[in-house]
């Protein structure tokens, strides 16, 4: 292998760990904006179904205990009582996922939980509202997010190889005439 082989084969093997470094920083940037973004929806949805089930404490606190509590709110819900006991959930949940101790001084709290393809940002947040105390919480499906995330990373690595099978022989083709 002449010199210039060997240096053009670094500069080469450089040029591709620099090209797949910042294909991997932007894609990720991208789904950190993605998510940003979603986590916005996911407030003013949960603040939309907040002011829902505030107006129905208010004028009529035993409508928990009915049966299509579910019909009343625009998202998946889960109600939970101040002892972390289920009232109402239309969520797959369970009640020890959350840190209710945390969102009782008045923040909202994010949790964004992902399995497989499956992914969903829960807002939730104590609420009072006469005599009435509850958890509310409110979840959001993210899964469009996550698999374009992963699409993006499986196109950029099928373009990133096309690249480096064709580009490097083709360059070691040219440079030996």
């Not at 670094?10 to 910042?22: D, S």
């Not at 994010?110 to 829960?122: A, L, P, W």
């Not at 509202?129 to 374009?148: C, K, L, N």
């Amino acid at each position: 292998m002449r010199l210039f082989h060997k240096i053009f084969l670094c500069f080469a093997v450089i040029f591709g760990i620099t090209f797949q470094v910042a294909g991997y920083l932007l894609i990720n940037f991208a789904y950190g904006n993605a998510i940003e973004q979603e986590k916005r929806i996911a407030f003013q949805t949960f603040q939309y179904n907040k002011y829902i089930l505030q107006s129905m404490l208010y004028s009529s606190p035993d409508f928990l205990f009915e049966e299509d509590v579910a019909r009343s709110f625009t998202v998946p819900v889960a109600i939970y009582g101040t002892d972390g006991m289920c009232i109402f959930s239309g969520i797959s949940t369970n009640q020890n996922q959350f840190d209710f101790d945390e969102s009782e001084d008045d923040r909202l709290s994010f949790q964004i939980f992902q399995n497989d393809e499956v992914g969903s940002i829960f807002v939730y947040d104590y609420i009072k509202q006469g005599e009435q105390e509850v958890y509310f919480i409110t979840g959001t499906d993210i899964s469009p997010t996550i698999h374009a995330h992963r699409e993006m990373i499986a196109y950029f690595q099928k373009i990133y190889l096309v690249i480096l099978c064709i580009g490097i022989p083709l360059i070691f083709l040219i440079t030996g005439m």
